[in-house]
């Protein structure tokens, strides 16, 4: 005989309170025999009989077919159908107990053959013996033989079932109350830290904080330091110009051939003083342009300013100032057009010095001055073939008052490179050296286009 797939593995009928309990001890043969946990047995066993007693009480009974489904699409199913003697009320079927669709995969009103079903499905486990066809057959078989327990049996089962979950749901508690006992643990663990945590954060909040006071009155110290140190050498150099100016005077009116005249020897002391006061008054004007241009008192006076022209100027004005027979004095004409918005005066006087530095210490071979346009801004550099300065002074020598030691064969003031480098940044740019000693230094002045 051949028996197609979608036939009932086994069929029974509904029509009285007794056959609750045979459709019940049914339901969990046909389960085990599909191979369903022993956990979702007892679901369905329970999901039947309660929709069995609704049956039998609301329409007398109904017809019941198991049958094994999706078995072709590799998710099998376990599948109930409840055909009523009667059918439902136009308020259609609602099982009494809420629960009973939590027990099964699906419990729906469906249309079969005319009537309206109630069919409930459950999953097949994956690991459950393979259901062919031949399989089914001998299920069908089985099943047939089988002979139904009597109610009494399926009680006394029933209860035993009851125990077991009754247990398995008193040691789920157990150890749910276990586990809350843990996690209180580490509750209480990881509070305990959180507090430590934040007592650590706030003890190092408080020290930065105090660290950070500490260092705004630190440098408000600095700050007022060095602003009466400005103050300082400003007011000193200024009393001090005009009492130096007037031993220069002075000096000059006694050297003066219509003043009465000299013994060589006073006319050589009178030239001591004279050059002693000159000296002397550089020093002052250096150290009060430094002092203004420390204190933020020099406003540059920013005009189109044509490089060209201040190089001309310079080229003119320090030829006379190169002498030395071996040293060259080459400033290279800038490319053009060669305009850039800066103070002409105060530009003037970085390049003066950095040309004036370059000349005092270069014995033999040229100081060379040259402008290029790099990435849109103007760079201005200075090179010498003089003793040139070590590394680890190349930042020192912008540092008031500093010369290289030993380097110094003729008068400085040790001020002229702090103040250019102060203009450089009055001027918006920056001043900086390169430098190896025995072979040259480079100083190079970068400026912007558009000025600060
Ligand atoms: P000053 O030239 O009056 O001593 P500066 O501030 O201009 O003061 O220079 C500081 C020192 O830097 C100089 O005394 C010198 O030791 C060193 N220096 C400056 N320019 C050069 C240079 N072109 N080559 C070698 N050393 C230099």
Redesign the pocket.
Known sequence: MNTPLSAPLMQMALRAEPDIFVLRQRGREVATAVGLEYQDQIRIATALSEVARDLVRAVGGADAAFRVAGVEEGSPVLRVDLAPLRPFGPAGYEPTSGAVARLVDSLTLTPADGVTVIRMSRRIPANAEALTPQRLAELRAQLAQSAPASALDELALQNEQLIAALDEVRSQRDELAVLNEELQETNRGVLALYNQLSEELEETNRGVVALYAELDEKSAQLKAASESKSRFLANVSHELRAPVTAVIGLARLLADSASDPLTSEQARQVGLIRSSATDLLALVNDLLDLAKAESGRIEPDWTEVDLRVVFGQLRGTLRALATRPGVDLVVEEPPSPATLRSDETLLTRVLR?LLH??L???EAGEVRMRADLVDGRWRIVVT?T????APDQHER?FEEF???PG??SSV???????YARRLAMLLGGSLGVT?VPGRG?A?TLDLPVDGA
């Open positions: 010095n530095n370059g005092k210490f270069t010498d003089g003793i040139g300065i020598i500093y010369q290289v380097s110094t400085g003031t040790g001020l002229g490179l702090p430098s230094s100083f």
